[in-house]
């Protein structure tokens, strides 16, 4: 038998752990770099843009479980879920803000946007709000808005007085248009001018633009009369009236006539009562009866 020949060779020496080679460590990557500088430049705390981050997260969910929602068919009760189950998450109303209030009371405004049938934010009706904002005579305009997570923001314009309107021995307070704001105690009376008359808070605006045609009476005008349903008798700060023509464009050349007469002779403040132009043809001027004032020096003519 013939010896099995043995091919030998050098052995290798395993390598020491000491000596085995280590993979480099990695680094941050570009973008994580990039991503870090952009942050650090970010002058919002990280809680802050975290939360932020989270609420649009949220929305965008909701959003798009709306969609496939309605997409799918699924009965309406599964989206109020959904609604409802954002609320427990913390999107509901826990605060109001309201701005623009001055005059009417704050708390009704309070009211109005938290009486809902859910405080879930999804659910809350914002056309509803509104709606039953815009039924209350201060409020002009009305937006109302979500800060989420749990804010409802109010910005309400009010309704400006412009006058104070006397009928059936009421006082109310209205603004340029005529609307009626509130009732008006005699005893505390804003300086505001007196209207008197039925419906003289609907010709309010007209009335407006008979004085701004002449705009060197308007500061002399206490208050008007809406006489008949028809026309304006004018009381002056010093004490006199002047009975206008029926119809607008006859009532402004008269009022105009008037101040130019006034600019020659000074007719108020010299003891006359009453002017009466309601013929365009005629100038009739009435004294007081008691006397003790001077007469002018030369009685105004018609024409």
């Known amino acids: 038998m013939s010896a099995a020949k043995v091919k030998r060779g050098k052995a290798k020496r395993p390598q020491s752990r000491s000596t085995a080679r280590k993979p480099a460590p990695r680094g941050p990557s570009i973008v994580s770099r990039m991503l870090a500088r952009f942050w650090a430049l970010v002058p919002v705390r990280t809680e802050t843009i975290e939360r932020a981050m989270t609420a649009a997260t949220v929305v965008l969910i909701m959003a798009a479980l709306g969609a496939l929602t309605w997409y799918s068919g699924i009965p309406a009760y599964a989206g109020t879920e959904l609604a409802q189950a954002a609320g427990r998450a913390g999107f509901k109303v826990k605060r109001v803000e309201v701005t623009g209030i001055e005059r009417m009371e704050a708390l009704t405004v309070y009211a109005v946007a938290l009486n809902q049938h859910s405080m879930a934010m999804p659910l809350v009706d914002l056309d509803r709000v509104r709606d039953d904002l815009m039924r209350y005579s201060w409020i002009e305009d009305a937006r109302v808005s979500r800060r989420l997570p749990d ?3 109010v910005d309400v314009v009010e309704r400006k007085p412009a006058a104070i309107w006397q009928n059936n021995q009421k006082l109310s307070l209205i603004d340029d248009e005529g609307v009626v704001l509130e009732r008006v105690d005699p005893n505390a009376a804003p300086d ?11 010709q309010i605006e007209g009335l407006n633009q008979l004085l701004d045609a002449v705009p060197a009476m308007k500061p002399m005008i206490a208050g008007a009369s809406w006489v008949g349903n028809r026309r304006w008798d004018l009381r002056f700060q010093s004490g006199e009236v002047l009975a206008l023509p029926e119809g607008d464009d006859i009532a402004a050349a008269a009022l105009a006539k008037f101040a130019r007469i006034d600019g020659m002779e000074r007719l108020l403040g010299r003891g006359f009562v009453r002017f009466d132009m309601r013929d365009p043809s005629k100038f009739v001027v009435r004294v007081s009866r008691t006397g003790g004032a001077p007469a002018p020096d030369k009685k105004p003519q018609g024409g």
């Open 151 to 153: 804010t409802l923001v």
């Open 192 to 202: 505001l001018p007196l209207l008197v008359g039925h419906n003289a808070n609907r």
